[in-house]
């Protein structure tokens, strides 16, 4: 599979058995271009221009710049936020392997979150969590600790 962004082809998403792939840093070996001076492919990233830990093997970690955070992302981690200190999640924090959706804006039905529209297992146009992304690429989590929401369900 190919994908297209901007008319041109990008190089395929490499697959993982814990059903997400994250690419935080910029392939410090071609600088995020894909490619070397030479005009080859970048071996290390395989021309993606962005790597992950397991890509990275003996690379000097000094050198790494992070990628950009997806759109899809939270910009701030929510004052409510499940990976703040003090969460009720605090003790067990949703896993890493697996995307964790931010609840504002979410109906809950039944005391339980209850997104309208799914795709593919994924509750459609809703943000990931910005705690869960600073978990799952390896950023220090949100300091500030947790404060509850208004309602308790995360409407202010
Ligand atoms: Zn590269």
């Known amino acids: 599979m190919t994908f ?14 814990e059903g997400v792939v994250i690419l935080p840093w910029v392939c410090p070996s071609c600088d995020g271009t894909g ?8 071996m290390l990233c395989g ?5 992950n830990e397991e890509d ?11 990628t950009p955070i997806p759109p899809a992302v939270m910009k701030t981690p929510c004052r409510d936020c499940a990976f703040r200190p003090g969460a009720p999640e ?7 392997d697996y995307p964790f ?3 504002h804006g979410m109906p809950v039905v039944d005391g339980a979150y209850a997104p309208t529209a799914w795709a593919d297992g994924k509750p459609l146009g809703a943000l990931v969590c910005r705690g869960w992304w600073a978990a799952a690429t390896g950023e220090d ?3 500030e600790a ?11």
Not at 4 to 11: A, E, N, S
Not at 47 to 51: K, Q, S, T
Not at 146 to 156: L, V
């Open 4 to 17: 297209i962004c901007g008319g041109r082809p990008q190089p395929e998403i490499p697959p993982s058995s």
């Open 35 to 42: 490619t070397w001076d030479d005009g080859l492919q970048c």
């Open 47 to 51: 021309g993606r221009g962005a790597v």
């Open 56 to 66: 990275l093997g003996e690379w000097d970690r000094a050198e790494l710049k992070r």
């Open 90 to 96: 605090e003790d067990e924090k949703p896993p890493a």
């Open 101 to 103: 959706y931010c609840h």
């Open 141 to 143: 989590l949100p300091a």
């Open 146 to 156: 947790y404060r509850p929401a208004n309602d308790g369900w995360g409407r202010s």
